[in-house]
Nanobody, 115 residues
């Protein structure tokens, strides 16, 4: 069992930055593929970025070059550094952990980018 708690969301102006954190409790954090998803009002949840146990990363085209995902296994934490934010980045951001058939979600954190 893994519990995920996100933090770091908030209101930011166009072009600003935020760093989201996701603290994981439970066992075997280092074995999980970690990801950040987001869901805007009226839209489906979409993958923003993911990081494997080896540190390989994958990003949605819409955030490439602006967002950076990283993980600190010593702290059981995954981060999402978001730069050059745009109003279209406004959404609830969710942390996700996957290991084989096990999938866990955090409660989400709101990110709002004003124009």
């Amino acid at each position: 069992q893994v519990q995920l708690v996100e933090s770091g969301g908030g209101l930011v102006q166009f072009g600003g930055s935020l760093r989201l954190s996701c603290a994981a409790s439970g066992s075997s954090f280092s074995l999980y593929v970690m990801g950040w998803y987001r869901q805007a009002p009226g839209k489906e949840r979409e993958l923003v970025a993911a990081i494997t146990i080896g540190g390989g990363t994958n990003y949605a085209d819409s955030v490439k070059g602006r967002f950076t995902i990283s993980r600190d296994s010593a702290k059981n934490t995954v981060y999402l550094q978001m730069d050059s934010l745009k109003p279209e980045d406004t959404a609830v951001y969710y942390c996700n952990a996957k290991l084989a058939t096990r999938v866990y979600w955090g409660q989400g954190t709101q990110v709002t980018v004003s124009s």
